[in-house]
């Protein structure tokens, strides 16, 4: 499984390099990684429109620990946010994808704050923080991020079969109740991460 593997990172790109690749069409820009843990769309996962898979409330099942050191050397249990629709954005910073759809994220992200949203990366195969914490703080990200240099944590953080990260980006939703509700194995819009999440936020 590559996502587990330890390779040599590219320094992160100027600022100006990460403004061009942030206005490219997400559309045409294709996964960093393509054979993560295994799980398809995941057993009760039914993919929508915008290639996000969604599982019905009732067959939703909860991720295993998701919890360690940031990349600002905090201890970070995403557990602790139960209550909160909580984005999970698997990212690198020599990814392309994952530095385009950056943007995204970080509009959404202070959009939906207050409403009940929390957004937690987990940065990995990146062997140095150096490039992570460059890449979060051009990118002006607000959220905190897991330190996942070997993708220990992604591959042990999701049950067999389930709505798992496979490539790079990869994107879960979490509901309310922690359980895992949708996911996304590509660069997303703001529209899309809005798609997904509302209807999280309007749940009983």
């Not at 290639?51 to 360690?68: D, E, F, I, M, N």
């Not at 993708?151 to 079969?161: D, Q, V, W, Y």
Request: one cysteine or more.
């Amino acid at each position: 499984m590559s996502i587990g593997r330890t390779s040599r990172a590219p320094r992160i790109a100027a600022p100006a390099a990460l403004a061009i690749a942030a206005a490219l069409s997400l559309s045409a820009l294709s996964a960093c990684e393509a054979d993560g843990p295994g799980g398809g769309a995941g057993t009760d996962g039914a993919v929508g429109a915008d290639g996000v898979s969604v599982v019905p409330k009732g067959k939703r099942v909860l991720p295993h620990a998701l919890k360690g050191e940031t990349l600002d050397g905090r201890q970070l249990d995403i557990a602790g946010s139960k209550g909160q629709v909580v984005v999970i954005n698997v990212w690198g910073s020599w990814c392309p994808p994952c530095i385009a759809e950056a943007p995204h994220f970080v509009e959404v992200a202070k959009e939906t704050e207050g409403k009940g949203v929390a957004f937690i990366g987990i940065d990995t195969r990146d062997p140095s923080r150096i490039p992570a914490l460059a890449f979060q703080k051009d990118l002006g990200i607000p959220y905190p991020s897991l330190y996942d240099p070997t993708g220990k944590l992604i591959l042990n953080g999701f049950p067999k079969g389930t709505l798992n990260p496979q490539t790079l980006p990869s994107t879960i939703f979490l509901d309310r109740d922690g359980k895992i509700a949708a996911r996304a194995l590509r660069a997303i819009s703001a529209d899309t991460l809005r798609e997904v999440i509302d209807p999280l936020i309007a749940e009983k």
